[in-house]
């Protein structure tokens, strides 16, 4: 029972990297231009936390002065 499913997961693995490797080919694609697209997702991301991080505090302040406010 463990080796089938061993050994189904191995064609499983085969069949993937086949599949990798004829999108490649049909796109004219390497390896580096997912490398190149991954480093921009990155670049972006972090771009990302830093407008959410200054977004948060935005909020906290409008938030106290609601309570400011309120407390009036």
């Known amino acids: ?30 390896p580096e231009d997912f490398e190149s697209d991954l480093n921009d997702e990155r670049d972006y991301l972090q771009k990302a936390g830093r407008w959410r991080l200054g977004d948060s505090v935005e909020v906290e302040y409008v938030k106290a002065l609601n309570e400011f406010d309120a407390a009036r």
């Not at 191995?10 to 049909?26: N, P, S, T, W």
């Open 1 to 30: 029972l463990l080796g089938t499913f061993i050994f189904r997961n191995y064609v499983q693995a085969l069949e993937c990297i086949q599949a990798h490797d004829e999108f490649l080919r049909l796109f004219d694609l390497a």
